[in-house]
């Protein structure tokens, strides 16, 4: 059948967060890459914020439509208001997107759309069972992705069992770094401060635990959804995903989405990318710099800040490191933490940016190591180009990721729970220095590369979920 004749129309609805818009409009330019239309659902507020880079869609199968999150113009939507940003979500943009999606069901043929068929499948953010719910109310198929590791998604879906076990709640004061059992293939290997984040909140009655119930029951709830796509390939997470299969009613290995993005990629980064530190970059060395990144939510506190401030200039490497206005609590302004890395690093080894076009930066030769949080994307985006990670995960998933970097893909060094100027200045020398570890990140970066490649397993998983999405359409 040529592209012209397929009648399927995706719509896509991400959680309007970072991390969670660029892995899933790479899955939205993928399947308009393969002729299948696709709208990709922003906030009205984000699609404001990324402005005149979203209306520059060059692609006629794919387009930008947009529902409101139920707050106010003016809010500020920083990290920590994001339980509220849930929560409105959960209301005021669930009836937004039922709206939608009954009016786009309404019209036939989307004449000022250009010529967008009726809805035939949703993919919505597992993070937002109730995407799927309305979408099958409506009589639309829908699939859930979930854009995280699949090995943190087999932790979350374990949680019952972890607490059938005993293993939670954590007694109180108990050692972290007891194993825990429960997490099926990873059990002897995962310890308490590997699961993520929020399961050492279980059983208390704050924001955190409350944000467990959620992650588990949308875990949970992805079994009732047409199919379960993650963003990670059979190579890095095949033991994980075997035992998330029997659970679904189907799966989809089809990342690193990223590297299968034609570039140049659609727009997606909320803030403004500080495309001088690229200029900056290519006046250093080959692998002499530590990119240093904790992604788009980790707020660090001031001390930690002059920890990590401290540990990169005693490692003496050149650095680039992206600070986000909002990422340090403190009362200093971000100018003031600026001129601190500035006059630490003597000008000269230091270069300090808001936001950075971070895939360019991993694949600049000038890179030797990355400082990260071990966000799935960030985490990604390093194994494509063989860049050795240190990792400082903040919470949530990237507990469990760096746990993975650190003792099973041996691609980096799990720094988690420590903050300290002497650890980060040891972890960062070894990352730039080890041959042990270079040789592990490039063994897996080749191993994407081949996975994305034609016929690789990653690029047949995407084939067979175009034809997935194909065969809905009744
Ligand atoms: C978090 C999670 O930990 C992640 O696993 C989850 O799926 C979503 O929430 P986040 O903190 O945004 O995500 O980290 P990450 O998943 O690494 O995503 C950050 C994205 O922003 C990456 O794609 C990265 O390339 C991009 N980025 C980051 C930039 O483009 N520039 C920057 O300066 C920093």
Redesign the pocket.
């Known amino acids: 059948m040529g592209k012209a004749a397929a009648p399927a129309h995706v719509l896509v609805f991400p959680w309007p967060?970072?991390?969670?818009l660029?892995?899933m409009l790479h899955l939205a330019v993928a399947l308009a890459g393969a002729g299948v239309h696709v709208t990709f659902l922003h906030t009205d507020y984000n699609l404001r914020r990324l402005g005149a880079a979203a209306a520059a869609v060059a692609s006629p199968w794919l387009r930008f439509m947009s529902v409101p999150d139920g707050l106010p113009d003016d809010h500020p939507r920083t990290v920590a208001d994001l339980g509220e940003i849930g929560r409105s979500i959960r209301t005021a943009g669930r009836a937004a997107y039922r709206a939608l999606l009954a009016s786009l069901q309404l019209m036939p043929v989307d004449a000022a759309g250009g010529g967008f068929p009726p809805v035939t499948t949703v993919v919505a953010d597992a993070l937002l069972p109730f995407a799927t719910d309305v979408a099958e109310e409506f009589g639309v198929p829908a699939l859930a992705f979930r854009?995280?590791s699949a090995c943190s998604f087999l932790a979350y879906m374990s949680v019952p069992r972890l607490v059938e076990l005993g293993e939670l709640p954590f007694p109180p004061g108990g050692d972290l770094d007891e194993p825990v059992r429960g997490v099926p293939g990873m059990e002897g290997f995962l310890r308490r401060r590997d699961l993520p984040s929020p399961c050492r909140h279980h059983g208390a009655n704050n924001d955190t635990a409350a944000l467990l119930g959620r992650l588990v029951n949308a875990a949970l709830h992805s079994s009732k959804a047409r199919a379960l796509i993650l963003n990670t390939a059979t190579s890095l997470e095949a033991p994980a995903l075997a035992h998330i299969a029997p659970r679904m009613r189907d799966v989809f290995a089809v990342g690193p989405l990223?590297a299968m993005s034609p570039a140049p990629a659609v727009a997606t980064?909320l803030w403004r990318?500080d495309d001088g530190c690229m200029a900056w970059l290519d006046g250093q060395a080959d692998r002499s710099v530590v990119y240093v990144?904790l992604?788009?939510?980790?707020v660090i506190s001031l001390e930690q800040f002059t920890e990590f401030l401290s540990g990169l200039v005693a490692a003496g490497y050149p650095f680039l490191w992206?600070l986000r206005p909002d990422m340090v609590m403190a009362s200093q302004s971000t100018t003031n933490l600026h001129e601190a890395v500035m006059a630490a690093g003597k000008n000269s080894k230091a270069r300090v940016?808001e936001?950075?076009?971070?895939?360019d930066v991993l694949r600049h030769r000038a890179v030797g190591c990355f400082l990260t949080?071990a966000?799935?994307?960030?985490?990604l985006?390093a194994a494509v180009e063989g860049v050795p990670t240190v990792c400082w995960p903040f919470f949530?998933?990237?507990q469990i990721?760096s746990r993975f970097v650190g003792g099973v893909w041996r691609t980096g060094l799990d720094m988690k729970d420590v903050c300290d100027a002497a650890v980060v200045e040891r972890m960062v020398r070894e990352a730039m220095e080890s041959g042990e570890i270079r040789g592990s990140a490039q063994a897996v970066a080749r191993q994407l590369r081949r996975d994305i490649a034609e016929g690789g397993s990653s690029a047949m998983e995407l084939e067979r979920l175009v034809a997935f999405i194909r065969e809905l359409v009744m």
């Open positions: 967060i970072q991390g969670h660029n892995a854009t995280a990223h980064s990318e990144s992604g788009s939510l980790t992206v940016a936001w950075a076009p971070q895939r949080h966000g799935w994307n960030s985490t985006e949530a998933d990237q990721n």
